[in-house]
């Protein structure tokens, strides 16, 4: 039996053209794609594609659009053995950890792609992507899938979607997951990292499409005024700040600072911290410039990434108004975003 893969094709510079009257580069259509990796109908799996009426650069990714790609993956969940989404690399991460918190109980792969270089450039790196990604959400073994989570494949690594950082806009490779180890590795052969891949289970696909994106990420740095402080945490309908801190969750212990997070939180407003470093997690509590935060009811917001940590809220917000039941969920691993 040949496996069943769809593409869903969204943007990014792996579809893209240079125009030739502004020089910039732009999406083109589907077909454009096709026609470059000739390569795609010696596969011995059953392509099929859908396209965004308009390709997008994924700068340009919103809510709503996650919206539509969970309802997408639901509509032919149970018609294909696996998802393959051609996306820019930009928001990717993103893209990743909303559809990871989106799809409760996912147990087929969803494989997240892109390229660096367009794929009709002679040094592109989308034509290895997208084979090696195909084949990936095709793998099975013993009958069952390989891969049962939302993953990133770019340049001969797996990664867990929801671990993951673009951490290079020039490298080929261009993402990193600090936190979490490398899902599999492709060289001659594609060899899986079985320890830390997401186990199946037998539950029912279920997704979440209530998204509540009334949230602000408030980065610190030295010499950062209140004006600001008080700017964000005023924005009208605010629900969740994520404190972007210093170190394993540190921050300024001036008084004006410390006060004005104590009243962000006597508002009602969630506030997630959540570390500027690329690796580690936030231990509040372990400086004094933490145990602040701790007190005042600063939810520590782990290992996350920023990119799973605005995808979480929003997924969080949307599902419940409790807010016991909000921190409650921002401390539990929902979906291996966080090292419990
Ligand atoms: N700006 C592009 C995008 O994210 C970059 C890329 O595709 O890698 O859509």
């Known amino acids: 039996m040949k496996s069943k893969i769809l593409l869903i094709y969204t943007g990014g510079t792996i579809g893209m053209m240079q125009d030739v009257t502004s020089g910039q580069l732009k999406p083109f259509d589907f077909k454009h794609l096709t026609k470059q990796i000739p390569e795609l109908s010696k596969f011995d799996i059953e392509l099929s594609a859908v396209s965004f009426d308009k390709p997008i650069d994924s700068s340009d990714m919103q809510p709503e659009i996650w919206v539509d790609l969970a309802k997408l ?9 696996g998802f393959v989404i051609l996306h820019g690399s930009d928001t990717m991460s993103f893209t990743a950890s909303a559809l990871s918190f989106m799809l409760e109980n996912l147990n087929k792969p969803v494989i997240l792609t892109g390229s660096q270089l367009p794929i009709g450039t002679i040094r592109t790196d989308g034509k290895e992507n997208l084979i090696t990604a195909i084949e990936i959400a095709a793998a099975r073994e013993n009958g069952k899938p390989v891969i049962s989570e939302v993953c990133i494949y770019f340049e001969y690594q797996l990664y867990r979607g929801n671990r993951t950082h673009k951490f290079n806009s020039e490298h080929f490779q261009a993402f990193q997951s600090a936190n979490y180890p490398i899902l599999a590795e492709a060289g001659v052969h594609i060899k899986y990292n ?16 209530a998204l509540d994106a009334n949230i602000a990420i408030l980065k610190l740095f030295p010499g950062i005024t209140q004006n600001l402080v008080d700017a964000i945490s005023n924005t009208k309908n605010l629900k969740a700040i994520i404190l972007e801190t210093f170190g394993s969750g540190n921050a300024s212990t001036q008084k004006w600072f410390v006060e004005s997070i104590k009243k962000i939180i006597d508002k009602g407003i969630i506030v997630l911290n959540v570390t500027q470093c690329n690796a580690g997690a936030v231990d509040q509590g372990k400086y004094a410039t933490s145990a602040a935060l701790a007190k005042a009811g600063v939810v520590g917001g782990e290992d996350i990434t920023t990119e799973a940590a605005v995808t979480k809220l929003m997924y969080v917000l949307g599902t419940t108004k409790n807010e016991k039941e909000i921190k409650k969920l921002l401390l539990k691993d929902l979906r291996g975003e966080i090292t419990k």
Do not use: F, P, Q, R
């Not at 993956?73 to 053995?81: A, F, G, L, P, R």
């Not at 079985?194 to 499409?209: D, E, P, R």
């Open 194 to 209: 079985h320890g830390a891949l997401k186990k199946l289970n037998s539950s029912k696909l279920k997704i979440h499409t």
């Open 73 to 81: 993956i639901e509509k032919n969940y149970s018609k294909v053995d």
